[in-house]
């Protein structure tokens, strides 16, 4: 439920854009941002969205509200990708407003066929192949992957709730998880080997990614940073995970065949990029998870570490 001063926020962004909440006044769509997204439809009958991050939501969200704001005015010009139109905005102390026009239709993961996979593997090789901009800053939002590996490696690291956490969560499951503690600077190295810094989108999923005449809309663009390319590959199936969906080969071929790049050094890199997050980032989101989707969680984890430490695993549960 947003505050007062969020609500007064969003009432100045309808007024200034002359736009009308559909349904309920105040009642947000899912969003794990920090920002509420309303649907709003402007005086001409056009659908749309309002996405309102007040300044309570804290120094996180909000600067990341200010990231996207920045990526549309900036980067979606001239992104080969396309990106919802930014209708209008407002940025103020107390928070940031987006107008932003409906991208398409969301579908489930389960329902994407091979053709849309290939599809998305074509979109994000386009838009890794951008020219990294020079200016602006993107390469300096914090790397939540790499930031979990650097404090897991701290001389007190066991004693951080994290830490502890991630050791609950996994032992029974991970036999190994000493090893794979043991080699994190090694996993660390793996998912930066042989990657040149690219564009990345930095929360690609299937929710991130609507459909609109036969094209993919790619929208919330929050995290978006020059970053590894395995990271937009492999979130990809750390969010398909859960609800028992395997992305299809369909998606690295046609990656590959659009940006030709070594792909056995790409396929390790996805490998570790993958493990790194299931290990260090997952174990706080396995509460807001059923246990069916917990326990696909634990198996996918158990197929990589096996693969990342060089065992034999079972063809069926081997990683794509």
């Given at each position: 439920?947003?505050n007062?001063?969020?609500?007064?926020l969003m009432?100045?962004?309808?007024?200034?854009?002359?736009?009308?909440?559909?349904?309920?006044?105040?009642?947000a769509?899912?969003?794990?941002s920090?920002a509420?997204?309303?649907?709003?439809?402007a005086?001409?009958?056009?659908?749309?969205?309002?996405?309102?991050?007040?300044?309570?939501?804290?120094?996180g969200?909000?600067?990341?509200?200010?990231?996207?704001?920045?990526?549309?005015?900036?980067?979606?010009?001239?992104?080969p990708?396309?990106?919802?139109r930014?209708?209008?905005?407002?940025?103020a102390?107390?928070?940031?407003?987006?107008?932003?026009?409906?991208?398409?239709?969301?579908?489930?993961?389960?329902s994407?066929?091979?053709?849309?996979?290939?599809a998305?593997?074509r979109?994000?090789?386009?838009?890794h192949?951008?020219?990294?901009?020079?200016?602006?800053?993107?390469?300096?939002r914090?790397?939540?992957?790499?930031?979990a590996?650097?404090a897991?490696?701290?001389?007190?690291?066991?004693?951080t709730?994290?830490?502890?956490?991630?050791?609950a969560?996994?032992?029974?499951s991970?036999?190994?998880?000493?090893?794979?503690?043991?080699?994190?600077?090694a996993?660390?190295?793996?998912?930066?080997e042989?990657?040149?810094?690219?564009l990345?989108?930095?929360?690609?999923?299937?929710?991130?990614v609507v459909?609109?005449?036969?094209?993919?809309?790619?929208?919330?663009?929050?995290?978006?940073?020059?970053?590894?390319?395995?990271s937009?590959?492999?979130?990809?199936?750390?969010?398909?995970?859960?609800?028992?969906?395997?992305?299809?080969?369909?998606?690295?071929?046609?990656?590959?065949?659009?940006?030709?790049?070594?792909?056995?050094?790409?396929?390790r890199?996805?490998?570790?990029e993958?493990l790194a997050?299931?290990?260090?980032?997952?174990?706080?989101?396995?509460?807001?998870n059923?246990p069916?989707?917990?326990?696909?969680?634990?198996?996918?984890?158990?197929?990589?570490?096996a693969?990342?430490?060089?065992e034999?695993?079972?063809?069926q549960?081997?990683?794509?």
């Open positions: 439920m947003e007062t001063a969020t609500r007064a009432a100045r962004a309808l007024e200034a854009f002359r736009v009308a909440p559909v349904g309920r006044p105040g009642v769509l899912e969003s794990r920090g509420g997204v309303h649907t709003v439809r005086e001409g009958g056009e659908v749309a969205y309002l996405k309102v991050t007040g300044a309570e939501a804290g120094r969200p909000l600067a990341a509200a200010r990231r996207e704001l920045r990526f549309y005015r900036e980067l979606a010009p001239i992104v990708v396309r990106t919802p930014l209708l209008g905005a407002l940025d102390d107390d928070g940031v407003a987006l107008l932003l026009a409906a991208g398409g239709e969301a579908r489930d993961a389960a994407w066929t091979p053709g849309m996979w290939a998305l593997g979109d994000l090789a386009a838009l192949g951008t020219p990294v901009p020079e200016a602006g800053g993107w390469g300096g914090p790397d939540a992957l790499l930031a590996l650097d897991a490696d701290a001389p007190d690291a066991a004693d709730p994290d830490a502890a956490g991630i050791g969560f996994w032992a029974a991970l036999p190994r998880l000493p090893d794979l503690l043991d080699r994190r600077d996993l660390r190295a793996r998912l930066t042989r990657q040149p810094p690219v990345v989108h930095g929360d690609c999923h299937t929710d991130n459909h609109d005449a036969g094209s993919l809309v790619f929208c919330d663009w929050q995290e978006t940073r020059i970053g590894r390319p395995a937009d590959l492999a979130f990809l199936q750390v969010r398909a995970t859960p609800a028992g969906t395997t992305v299809p080969r369909a998606l690295m071929d046609a990656y590959l065949d659009a940006r030709p790049c070594d792909r056995d050094a790409l396929e890199a996805l490998v570790a993958e997050i299931l290990l260090f980032l997952w174990p706080p989101f396995a509460p807001f059923a069916e989707a917990v326990e696909r969680v634990r198996r996918r984890a158990r197929a990589l570490a693969r990342y430490l060089g034999e695993v079972d063809p549960a081997r990683p794509s």
